[in-house]
């Protein structure tokens, strides 16, 4: 428990962030993280839209087998 606590305290600084940041590229990683993002929710949507057909559908049949019966 106390190794836990001594690293989580640990603040040296990020060099790879830092580089990152003064060339430029941090943009970089901001967008290919956005976009990966936008995919994942245009991906949900996506889905979310194919299962509502399919509950539309499936209620429509038990619909139908419920009046011809």
Known sequence: MMALNFLAQQ????EMADQLRADGKIWVVVLVIALVFAGIVAYLVRLDRQLSKVEEALKQKTLDRKTSV
Not at 11 to 14: D, E, G, L, N, R
């Open 11 to 14: 603040t040296a600084p990020i």
